[in-house]
């Protein structure tokens, strides 16, 4: 097996360090972090698709709100296509995709990927569908699914790993290589994604936490920019808190055992690309 680390879409939304916790502008740096996993059974595995081909030829797609409140930078060289193909790849070659939540920034690609088998939490589908406030109208974006033709819903059930409950082994990996891992509370079915990888599991966390310091530190630190964003996306924030505090536990406890990263922590990216690429 081997993970690549793809940055799937670059937002620049104002306020700088106050926003990211890093950047020395005007602007802050927010990435959609993504992974490309080549599996010997499966073929490949897209983790979250990022912006997609049809959010930058056509991005009037996306709200108006959150192009302009996120500074997004619609460019095809972000996309996880473009992506795949400078690594020598075909759109047909990725046969699934395992997506964290339905938001517009992490369900982009999938019309780039018309034959994946899309796998994604029951409850995610059907919070996103039945849409009702605003920010909900703006943020899932039913454009960006409607031609999937061929979807894998999961209900939180299923064994237990590092004291999380309620894990479902995912595309048929005979020995529960990839894993969903709910995580609610930034949307009602979100999850993060485990890859058991040679040098310890990988935990992609998705938007359940935004910045680094949020579980990598014993208390919680978060940029007022970042901390604003969450909670203006929050579906339920007590939710999204609790899991919060189980991923620092989760950090403290499992030493090298587990890496965890989230979906727009820029140097999380960083870190992971100069790691380089993960075999087993």
């Not at 690549?4 to 740096?29: I, K, Q």
């Not at 060289?77 to 992490?106: C, M, N, S, W, Y």
């Not at 992609?204 to 978060?222: I, N, T, W």
Request: hydrophobic residues 40%; glycine residues 8%.
């Amino acid at each position: 097996m081997r993970v690549h680390h793809l940055n799937c879409g670059c937002m620049c939304p104002l306020g700088g360090a106050l926003f990211d916790g890093y950047s020395r502008g005007w602007t802050a740096s927010v990435v959609c972090h993504c992974l490309l996993i080549e599996t010997d059974a499966h073929g490949l595995v897209l983790v979250d698709t990022g912006f997609g081909q049809q959010d930058v030829e056509h991005p009037e797609r996306l709200s108006r709100f959150f192009r302009t409140f996120n500074n997004i930078q619609l460019e095809h060289r972000f996309t996880a296509l473009e992506q795949l193909r400078q690594l020598g790849f075909k759109p047909e070659d990725v046969r699934h995709i395992v997506l964290t939540h339905l938001d517009f920034d992490h369900a982009g690609g999938l019309q780039d990927f018309p034959k994946a088998r899309v796998h994604v939490m029951h409850q995610e589908l059907n919070h996103a569908t039945l849409a009702s406030d605003w920010i909900e109208r703006l943020r899932f974006l039913p454009a960006q699914w409607r031609d999937v033709a061929d979807w894998e819903l999961y209900t939180p059930d299923g064994d237990t790993w590092f004291g999380f409950d309620s894990v479902r082994a995912m595309v048929g990996a005979e020995q529960e290589d990839i894993l969903l891992v709910p995580l609610r509370g930034h949307t009602a079915g979100h999850a993060g994604v485990a890859v058991r990888t040679a040098t310890g599991w990988k935990l992609h966390a998705g938007d359940a936490y935004f910045h680094h310091d949020e579980v990598h530190l014993p208390k919680r630190r978060c940029p007022p920019g970042m901390r604003f964003y969450q909670s203006m996306m929050d579906t339920d924030r007590q939710a999204r808190l609790h899991n919060q505090q189980r991923l620092r536990q989760l950090v403290a406890e499992s030493g090298k055992t587990v890496t965890v990263f989230c979906s727009h922590d820029a140097r999380e990216l960083k870190q992971a690309l100069s790691a380089g690429i993960n075999e087993h």
